[in-house]
C-alpha cells in the first residue's frame, strides 16, 4: 500500500477524475489548504523531502503557505488521490511569472510543474509509479493549449532528476534560478536541471480509463518557496 496518510474528505471538487482499469480512480483535487495541510506537513518534514525547501516548517506554516497559493491564479497546487487516499502533490505554474522565465526563453503554451510523491509505507504495489506518472502526463496536457511541460528540479536531488525522466522528460541542460529576497518570502540561488516535455512526446500515453474533467477546480497558487522533493 501507499501511503499511510490520513484520507481526509477535501470539500472541493475534483477538477479531473480518471478511472485506470486494474488500478483505480484516480482523482485530481484543489488542495484545500485547512484539510490538506496535515497530510502535506507529514510530506514536507521528512528528510527524502528537504529539496522542498520545508523540512523546518510547522504544519501551520505548511497552511499559510498554501493559503497564500490558495490567493493566486498563475500557480496551482492539486492534492492528487487514488481513490480516496492521497498519493502525490501535483503543482503547476506559469513559467513566465516564475523566476525560471530568468533562465529560459518561455513560449506561449509553456507550463511549470513540480511534484511530490507520498512517502512509501508497507508493501510496494507493482506498476505504481509509471500508472501513476501516465496520469500526471495526462492531466498536464489536458487543456489543447499546453504545449510544453518544463520543470527545474535541483541539480543535486538525483532522484528527482531520475524521475523526470522517468516522466519522458528530455533534460535541457543545466540553469541557475536566482535568488529572491522579498519580505513575504526568500529563496537562495539554485542550480538546477531543466527537464522540458512536448504535447507530441505525450501522445499515447498508454492504460485503459475513462475520465471526467469537473467544473468547480479552485485556481490555486502556490509561493514560489521550496521547490520539490520529489521534483
Same mark, same amino acid.
Given at each position: 500500500?501507499?501511503?499511510?496518510?490520513?484520507?481526509?474528505?477535501?470539500?472541493?471538487?475534483?477538477?479531473?477524475?480518471?478511472?485506470?482499469?486494474g488500478?483505480?480512480?484516480v482523482?485530481?483535487?484543489?488542495?484545500?489548504?485547512?484539510?490538506?495541510?496535515?497530510?502535506?506537513?507529514?510530506?514536507?518534514?521528512?528528510?527524502?523531502?528537504?529539496?522542498?525547501?520545508?523540512?523546518?516548517?510547522?504544519?501551520?506554516?505548511?497552511?499559510?503557505?498554501?493559503?497564500?497559493?490558495?490567493?493566486?491564479d498563475?500557480?496551482?497546487?492539486?492534492?492528487?488521490r487514488?481513490?480516496?487516499?492521497?498519493?502525490a502533490?501535483f503543482?503547476?505554474?506559469?513559467?513566465?511569472e516564475?523566476?525560471?522565465?530568468?533562465?529560459?526563453?518561455?513560449?506561449?503554451?509553456?507550463?511549470?510543474?513540480h511534484?511530490?510523491?507520498?512517502?512509501?509505507t508497507?508493501?510496494?504495489?507493482? &506498476?505504481?509509479?509509471?500508472?501513476?506518472?501516465?496520469?500526471?502526463?495526462?492531466?498536464?496536457f489536458?487543456?489543447?493549449a499546453?504545449?510544453?511541460?518544463?520543470?527545474?528540479?535541483?541539480?543535486?536531488?538525483?532522484k528527482a532528476?531520475?524521475?523526470?525522466d522517468?516522466?519522458?522528460?528530455?533534460?535541457?541542460?543545466?540553469?541557475?534560478?536566482?535568488?529572491?529576497d522579498?519580505?513575504?518570502?526568500?529563496?537562495?540561488?539554485?542550480?538546477?536541471?531543466?527537464?522540458r516535455?512536448?504535447?507530441?512526446a505525450?501522445?499515447?500515453?498508454?492504460?485503459?480509463?475513462?475520465?471526467?474533467?469537473?467544473? &468547480?477546480?479552485h485556481?490555486l497558487?502556490?509561493?514560489?518557496? &521550496?521547490?520539490?522533493?520529489e521534483?
Open positions: 500500500m501507499r501511503p499511510e496518510s490520513t484520507a481526509l474528505t477535501s470539500p472541493r471538487a475534483d477538477v479531473l477524475t480518471e478511472t485506470v482499469e488500478f483505480g480512480t482523482r485530481f483535487t484543489p488542495v484545500d489548504p485547512a484539510t490538506d495541510s496535515a497530510v502535506l506537513h507529514s510530506w514536507v518534514v521528512e528528510e527524502r523531502a528537504q529539496f522542498w525547501g520545508m523540512n523546518g516548517a510547522s504544519r501551520e506554516l505548511v497552511q499559510e503557505i498554501y493559503e497564500d497559493v490558495d490567493r493566486r498563475t500557480h496551482h497546487a492539486y492534492m492528487v487514488l481513490d480516496d487516499e492521497p498519493v502533490l503543482q503547476t505554474y506559469e513559467p513566465s516564475d523566476r525560471i522565465s530568468e533562465c529560459y526563453p518561455v513560449r506561449e503554451g509553456d507550463i511549470g510543474v511534484l511530490m510523491l507520498a512517502p512509501v508497507g508493501r510496494p504495489r507493482p &506498476g505504481f509509479s509509471r500508472t501513476l506518472i501516465g496520469s500526471l502526463i495526462r492531466f498536464t489536458r487543456d489543447p499546453v504545449r510544453r511541460a518544463v520543470a527545474e528540479p535541483d541539480a543535486a536531488n538525483d532528476v531520475a524521475l523526470m522517468r516522466l519522458g522528460f528530455a533534460r535541457q541542460g543545466e540553469i541557475t534560478l536566482p535568488e529572491i522579498l519580505p513575504e518570502v526568500y529563496l537562495p540561488e539554485k542550480r538546477a536541471v531543466r527537464p516535455r512536448s504535447r507530441r505525450s501522445a499515447g500515453v498508454g492504460g485503459r480509463r475513462r475520465a471526467s474533467v469537473l467544473s &468547480g477546480g485556481h497558487a502556490r509561493r514560489d518557496l &521550496g521547490r520539490s522533493g521534483q
